[in-house]
């Protein structure tokens, strides 16, 4: 499967973006998603995951219940909502795939990763 990213760009304190991964294949609906993000000088860090049926999602601490992962499988596609962005969000977030049911929170855990979109978010 291959994974496009986007939505990423420049947004101030308390600000709200959606993020978008577009996947290709005609099994999107076997893959459980994830986001992760890297700022400059981390390591890349688990974000949020999504079952491969929608059912099931699971956040980081740190944007439980700002942020909002969600998927459309008739379009192939997971979104992250995030709210209330913080300046200590900004990172390159990347979404990432796994042929099975259930995500993983490490990065390992995922064969499939997108190119990463940029989010800044300025105080």
């Known amino acids: 499967v291959q994974l496009q990213a986007s939505g990423g760009g420049l947004v101030q304190d308390g600000a709200s973006l959606r993020l978008s991964c577009a996947a290709s294949?005609?099994?999107?609906?076997?893959?459980?998603m994830g986001w992760f993000r890297q700022a400059p000088g981390k390591e890349r860090e688990f974000v949020s995951t999504i079952t491969a049926s929608g059912w099931a999602t699971y956040y980081a601490d740190s944007v439980k219940g700002r942020f909002t992962i969600s998927r459309d499988n008739a379009k192939n596609t997971v979104y992250l909502q995030m709210n209330s962005l913080k300046p200590e969000d900004t990172a390159v977030y990347y979404c990432?795939?796994?042929?099975?049911?259930?995500?993983?929170?490490?990065?390992?855990?995922?064969?499939?990763w997108g190119q990463g979109t940029q989010v800044t978010v300025s105080s």
């Open positions: 990432a795939a796994r042929e099975s049911k259930t995500g993983v929170t490490t990065t390992g855990g995922y064969p499939y």
């Open positions: 294949g005609r099994t999107f609906s076997s893959y459980s």
